[in-house]
T-cell receptor, first 115, second 110 residues
Framework: DAGVTQSPTHLIKTRGQHVTLRCSPI?????VSWYQQVLGQGPQFIFQ???????GRGNFPDRFSARQFPNYSSELNVNALLLGDSALYLC??????????????FGSGTRLTVV | QKEVEQNSGPLSVPEGAIASLNCTYS??????FFWYRQYSGKSPELIMF????GDKEDGRFTAQLNKASQYVSLLIRDSQPSDSATYLC??????????FGKGTSLLVTP
């Protein structure tokens, strides 16, 4: 049974460009959450989506957006990239919206480097 | 905002010793607590969670929760070099997110 899959694994972009990161949750999981982890820090919550609707948003600028598709996969989009957006982007899937109370399963992440 | 504080380390322990990792949290109403292990360049992996005061044991890992003092600890018995990683403490926030600490780097030396 496949776990949480993320693509691409690594990405290099130039400042000002746009990037799209993709996540497929564990089969049967309807919620996807996105986290940003800057080197030396813990993951920071960006979004949670459940049943294609945004259920929570962290303290990130409007350059960050996401969506969830009918098959529960998700995309994270970041516009007008800044050097500070360089980070490991993690996707976590869970059965429902209250799943933080039971812990997450994270994907292997996408390492984004902005130059 | 539910703050989670951890000593960044590194914490160095010899192989076979007990490693003790600590975490404090700001919200007295927090009910559940998680420990994740993260190897360098990898994603976090859930290793323990605890809801009740006291100790919870799972193999070589023991989580200890003291709600009155607002701290949660992770003990690793018989530490192995393969335990060398960053350990992240996390607390649920607003029902849909986890607040993570910065993590404590553990180095187990042979």
């Amino acid at each position: 049974d496949a776990g949480v899959t993320q693509s691409p694994t690594h990405l290099i972009k130039t400042r000002g460009q746009h990037v799209t990161l993709r996540c497929s949750p564990i089969s049967g999981h309807k919620s996807v959450s996105w986290y940003q982890q800057v080197l030396g820090q813990g993951p920071q919550f960006i979004f949670q989506y459940y049943e294609k609707e945004e259920r929570g948003r962290g303290n990130f600028p409007d350059r960050f957006s996401a969506r969830q598709f009918p098959n529960y996969s998700s995309e994270l989009n970041v516009n007008a990239l800044l050097l500070g957006d360089s980070a490991l982007y993690l996707c976590a899937s869970s059965l429902g919206t209250s799943s933080p109370n039971y812990g997450y399963t994270f994907g292997s992440g996408t390492r984004l480097t902005v130059v | 905002q539910k703050e989670v504080e951890q000593n960044s380390g590194p914490l160095s322990v010899p192989e076979g010793a007990i490693a003790s990792l600590n975490c404090t949290y700001s919200d007295r109403g927090s009910q559940s607590f998680f420990w994740y292990r993260q190897y360098s360049g990898k994603s976090p992996e859930l290793i323990m969670f605890i809801y009740s005061n006291g100790d919870k044991e799972d193999g070589r890992f023991t989580a200890q929760l003291n709600k009155a003092s607002q701290y949660v600890s992770l003990l690793i018995r018989d530490s192995q070099p393969s335990d060398s990683a960053t350990y992240l403490c996390a607390v649920p926030n607003s029902g849909y997110a986890l607040n993570f600490g910065k993590g404590t780097s553990l180095l187990v030396t042979p």
